[in-house]
Each structure stands twice: as structure tokens, then as C-alpha cells.
């Protein structure tokens, strides 16, 4: 096993951005038979890159099944190219795993890139996989917020209606390439080969069960890959310690 935490240069975010990364093995990459599966990790609106690895057995995880994971720092952006703020999507879909692929010798293939996350990282890991499906095979959300404007609007509280217009512009607009309904849809109609698998869960008690039922009904009218689960659960870490490892299970075929 191994752990690293360090900060990197990005071009496309134009500042210096920190980022953890675990691997399964602790030796250099010329001895490795494969490049091992990856999972990029992302958090939720009020947590950073330190969250997964503090409060989640997730380096046990990774040590038990061969996966390297990626938990980079996410701000507040939404996962999303904000209108008046930087271009978070491109970096994540782009920019990230490019570096992290050519630094750690981690699998560049779609069937072994993965992307999960919790509230807002639910909803960045679904749209990297339904946007960006030639780079992201499969995705898990845990709770998310599969409608971000709403969430910011009426549930986040008085800094995300703030900074609403910053990401989504003034008119507060949710455009296709934002809108995990349209992108559904749009994956949908790819060739079956091409469609990401998607996985998604969410407690019963949760505020955003309603958002996540929502979602369930659409994905499930879709010709997509499509497993949601729901049990007694609110919005804490006691839900998503064990929907991390029903993730990491969906993704593995277990």
C-alpha cells in the first residue's frame, strides 16, 4: 500500500490544487503485470479530499481489491465549467486523470476508470460517466444532488444561493451538458458497448431521497446499466461507509 497526498500544477484550473492518491501496491510501476483500475472519488458541497480517507475504512478497501483511488479536492464548483469561475468539468474529466495516468501508472481504459462520490460528488461522478463515457466506464453516486440548481436554490443554504449565478449563470439555467436528465438520455442513445454502468443510492431519510427517487424513475425508462439502492440512512458517513463499499463492489462485478 501506498499514500500519497501532494498538490499539482493545473493549467486548465490556472492554480495549484491538492490531490490523495492510493495504490495497492507499494513498489515501482515497471514491476507491475498491469496498470491497476482506478476510482476517482469526488466529495460533497461542505467536505475536501481529506473526508474519504478520514472517516472511511477506504485505504482497506483499496488494499483488498487491487484498486488504486483518486480523491481529488473539488471546491464548490459543482463538478461543473462555471460560467464565471473556473472550468472544474474539464479538469476532472480531462486534466486529472490524463496526469494521474501518466504519474502513478494507473489503467487509462475506460472498463477500468471509475467514478464515485457522495451529495454534490454523487452528482460529478454521474455526469463524468453519462458526459464522458469514452474515458468513464461506470459510476456510483451516494446521495446525491441530481438536480444541483435546485439543491443550491432552495436546500443549500444563503452561500449557495450566492454563488448559483457564478456557476450557472445569471439567468440560473441548468444547460444539457449540466442536466444529469438530459445526459441520461443522451447516454442512452450510444450504442450498448459505449453506455457507462451507473449505480446510485440514497437513505430513505435523507432531504435528498425525493431528488434520488426522481432519478431512479427516469434512469429506470432508459435502455441504461442502471442499479439504485435505498435503506435506512440520513446524510452522514454511517450511510456512505457502507455505499462506498457497495460501489466498489458494482464496479468489480462482486
Known sequence: MALFRGDIRSSVLQMDTSVSVILPYDRPVEHQQQPCKVLYLLHGIKLNSTGWPRWTNLETYAKETGIAVVVPEGYRGFYTDMVYGPAYYTFFSQEL????CKMFG????????FAAGLSMGGYGALKLALRSPQRFGAAASFSATADPLDFAL???????????????GTDLRLQP??????????AAALPRAQRPRLYACCGTEDGLYPQNLRLKAALEDLPLDFTFESWHGVH???????????????????
Open 97 to 100: 486523470p490524463d496526469l494521474c
Open 106 to 113: 494507473i489503467s487509462d481504459r475506460r472498463e477500468d476508470t
Open 154 to 168: 432552495h436546500m443549500g443554504g444563503e452561500l449557495t444561493v450566492r454563488e448559483a449565478p457564478s456557476i450557472w
Open 177 to 186: 451538458e449540466d442536466d444529469l436528465f438530459a445526459l441520461a438520455k443522451q
Open 236 to 254: 452522514n458517513w454511517d450511510f456512505w461507509e457502507v455505499a462506498l463499499q457497495k460501489g466498489i463492489r458494482f464496479f468489480l462485478n462482486q
